[in-house]
Every structure is written in structure tokens, then in C-alpha cells.
């Protein structure tokens, strides 16, 4: 999955892959964050460690490498989103984008770790205000009485926009039967934000109630749900 980086005024400007490409240059400065008395070699035994499904280490990870993770989010979060998406959703995602993910995880370099963090964060931040200003063009309008049909297709669309090179050749009726399957094998959470808002067409209000979430959280769930039915999609074909 990729995210943008910043430029120094207000907007992003181009896409990194957080497994492999590096950090910018400007973030190169705090790759060793502000905790002492951690030799690199035992930055090395918990990375270690936690690839191999250690949860005690990726938590002491998280913990060690959380302040300046949350440092850089707080200056990246543009003021206009603020309202609604809070530095504390974005370390929140980032966190389970980490255990996750932690068994493909390979450092390369010292701080190895600390710029796979800060880039799962980041990605978190920039695919959450990409549904945000979605959301804001379209009005997030609702439908009084939401057609099956018609949102199983703008979900479909959602789903293929998402993806570089999207499967057009897939008959539309054959596509919405896999979307279908996709859904279904979705992650509790996940399954259910796009019942709710893409199927049901409830407002991010009421979504956003219901889960017992920020409305910041819930355009993050989405943001994930989209990507995992994204890859399933491409899975099945």
C-alpha cells in the first residue's frame, strides 16, 4: 500500500511504499527517536521477536517508537481535519496496521522500524482525508431508502478506483457477484462499515454512533475496508 508525503505548505504530494521505498529527507533527522540506553542490537532482538508473532515485543516497539510516530502525524494532519480526524484515530489504525502486517516486515538499516511505523501512520492519515474529501464533493449525500442494487455498483466503482490497474474486463454482473462473495469474507469490522454506509447508505452520523467511533475513525474503517475488498477482488481474478 502506498501514501503520500507531504510538501512543506499544505497538501501531499506524491506516493511512497512503505516496504520499500525510504523516508524523506526531512524525516531522516529523528530515525532515532528520543529514548536512551537501547543498544541496536536489542532494537534488532525485539524486531526479531515480534516478526515471529511475539506481541510483547511489537508492543514495546509500538511503545518505544509511538511519541515520535505521533509527533510527526500531529505536524502532517492538515487544520481542516482536525474536527473530525484526531491524531488519536490515526496511531489507533496504525497500531493494528502493525500487528497485521509485523510478519512481512524486513529492516534493512537502523530505524528500519521507526520509518515502517511512521509510514503506516501516514498512509492511515492520507487514505482517511482522500474519503473525507470524497465525501465532502458528494455533499455525503444519503438516500431516504438506499437501492441494493445501485449501492452494490458505487461500492464496486470505490472498489476498482482503489486499485492501479483495475479489472475492467470483468462483466459488471459477474463483478458485483464477487464484490458480494468479498464482502461476506470480510473482517467483522470491516463487513460491517460498508453495510452500513455503502449498502445501507446510513450517514457517517449514524455509523459512526452505532460503532461507538469518532466520524475520523469510521472514514478510517472504510479507507480499510475498501483496500481489503480491493485486494480481494484482484485475488479472485
Request: net charge neutral.
Amino acid at each position: 500500500m502506498s501514501t503520500l508525503v507531504p510538501n512543506s505548505g499544505s497538501g501531499p504530494e506524491r506516493r511512497l511504499n512503505p516496504e520499500s521505498e525510504p523516508l524523506a529527507a526531512g524525516e531522516a533527522r529523528d530515525a532515532h527517536p528520543p529514548w536512551s540506553g537501547v543498544s541496536a542490537h536489542d532494537e534488532a532482538a525485539l524486531i526479531s521477536r515480534a516478526v515471529s508473532g511475539d506481541e510483547e515485543a511489537l508492543s514495546a516497539l509500538l511503545e518505544r517508537h509511538g511519541p515520535v510516530v505521533r509527533g510527526r502525524i500531529t505536524k502532517d494532519l492538515p487544520r481542516r481535519w482536525q474536527s473530525v480526524l484526531s491524531v488519536d484515530d490515526v496511531l489507533q489504525q496504525a497500531y493494528t496496521d502493525a500487528f497485521l502486517a509485523i510478519g512481512r516486515f524486513v529492516p534493512q538499516s537502523d530505524g528500519a522500524f521507526l520509518a515502517w511505523l511512521s509510514k503506516l501512520a501516514r498512509n492511515a492519515m492520507l487514505d482517511t482525508i482522500d474519503m473525507l474529501q470524497a465525501a465532502k464533493r458528494g455533499g455525503d449525500r444519503r438516500q431516504l431508502q438506499a437501492d441494493p442494487e445501485r449501492s452494490l455498483t458505487t461500492l464496486l466503482d470505490c472498489v476498482r478506483a482503489i486499485s492501479a490497474t483495475p479489472s475492467r474486463a470483468v462483466a459488471s454482473r459477474e463483478a458485483l457477484v464477487q464484490l458480494r462473495g468479498a464482502i461476506q469474507r470480510l473482517a467483522p469490522d470491516h463487513r460491517t462499515i460498508v453495510e452500513l454506509y455503502d449498502l445501507q447508505e446510513r450517514t457517517i452520523e449514524e455509523v459512526a454512533e452505532k460503532l461507538g467511533r469518532s466520524v475520523g475513525a469510521c472514514y478510517m474503517l472504510r479507507a480499510r475496508a475498501h483496500r481489503a475488498l480491493c485486494d480481494a477482488m484482484l485475488d479472485s481474478n
